[in-house]
């Protein structure tokens, strides 16, 4: 809901059927440029009955929404409640780029690690920067592990160790970093000192 209200969607739903024993949800979600996305969410209703039935029901409905927002901010990953119906969720060996390599981008990602701070991830230039800054704000937005008040310090923090990067952005750059705080409705988030301008 917070990652819908964040980006200024709306969600409707355009369907509910019952596939023999799988419940289906469909969602349209449709944000503030006209841009929409659809997707759907299902759950195995087998042999359940009365209140069981209704949590599964229920249950439909929140992964359809949540999964369509999710694509539409391009987050598409999987859903926390689909993992359960991954059989033994085993572990394997991904390869992953050198240490250094994440490390010689220009422009660091920074990430809050305690009382410390560290480099999440490095791009090349500004606007792969920004796209990977406002995913991140995204996830911290959709996450349903965190309440509001943990969100807010978390989406402070990130703003804080980050300043030194968005800070030295001229220009267009500055101009669209700007845009899109004032988008993400993330102005509150920003250090006291620093201060934004949009340019028209």
């Not at 209200?5 to 969600?11: K, Q, V, Y």
């Not at 969410?41 to 992964?63: C, H, P, Q, R, Y």
């Not at 990953?77 to 981008?105: F, N, Y």
Request: proline share 3%; charged share 30%.
């Amino acid at each position: 809901q917070q990652l819908a209200n964040l980006h200024g969607l709306s969600t409707q739903i355009t369907n509910r059927e019952r596939v023999e024993d799988v419940y289906l949800v469909s969602v349209r979600c449709i944000g503030k440029d006209g841009r929409s996305s659809e997707n759907a969410g299902a759950v195995d209703i087998k042999g359940l009955a009365g209140e069981k039935l209704a949590n599964a029901l229920m249950k439909a409905t929140t992964k359809a929404i949540r999964r369509t927002v999710l694509a539409h901010c391009g987050l598409g990953m999987l859903d926390e409640t689909e993992l359960e119906t991954i059989p033994a969720q085993q572990m394997q060996k991904v390869d992953l780029p050198p240490l250094q390599t994440v490390l010689e981008g220009k422009h660091k990602l920074l990430i809050p690690d305690g009382n410390q701070t560290r480099v999440h991830s490095s791009f090349d230039d500004e606007e792969e920067w920004q796209a990977g800054f406002f995913g991140m704000i995204g996830r911290i937005a959709s996450s349903t592990k965190l309440d509001t008040e943990a969100k807010n310090a978390k989406l402070r923090e990130l703003f804080r160790v980050n300043e030194p990067v968005y800070g030295a952005f001229v220009g267009h750059e500055a101009s669209e970093f700007g845009r899109r705080v004032a988008e993400s409705d993330c102005e509150q988030h920003l250090p006291k000192e620093e201060a934004l301008v949009v340019e028209g």
